[in-house]
């Protein structure tokens, strides 16, 4: 499974940017698939999930209420509005994806199998 994601750019303090990821392979279709984010010298750090069926959707303390995560089937894309930016959300933003059952909280990076190439998000104050 390739994961190939896009629209990461350049935005002032309580802009918007919307992030997609496609991803390959029929098969990806039936995978749980989440974001992350990490800036230098820190860990990777989850940001969103969202279940096959869209049903189940996690966030992390720090973007709820401000990011959505969405996912199209039909396409095989995995879509993150960020909305409400500031600069600390500065950050290179990574799409992931794991089949069902996964194996331990979708919070920690071990849990995923596959991983996009990642895309800049800047925010400036």
């Known amino acids: 499974v390739q994961l190939q994601a896009s629209g990461g750019g350049s935005v002032q303090a309580g802009g918007s940017l919307r992030l997609s990821c496609a991803a390959s392979?029929?098969?990806?279709?039936?995978?749980?698939k989440g974001w992350f984010r990490q800036v230098p010298g820190k860990e990777r750090e989850f940001v969103a999930a969202?279940?096959?069926?869209?049903?189940?959707?996690e966030y992390s303390n720090g973007v709820k209420g401000r990011f959505a995560i969405s996912r199209d089937n039909v396409k095989n894309t995995v879509d993150l509005q960020m909305n409400s930016l500031k600069p600390d959300d500065t950050a290179v933003y990574y799409c992931?994806?794991?089949?069902?059952?996964?194996?331990?909280?979708?919070?920690?990076?071990?849990?995923?199998?596959?991983w996009g190439q990642g895309t800049q998000v800047t925010v400036s104050s």
């Open positions: 969202i279940s096959v069926s869209s049903q189940n959707i």
């Open positions: 992931a994806a794991v089949p069902p059952p996964h194996s331990g909280s979708l919070t920690q990076t071990g849990t995923w199998t596959f």
């Open positions: 392979g029929r098969t990806s279709r039936a995978y749980v």
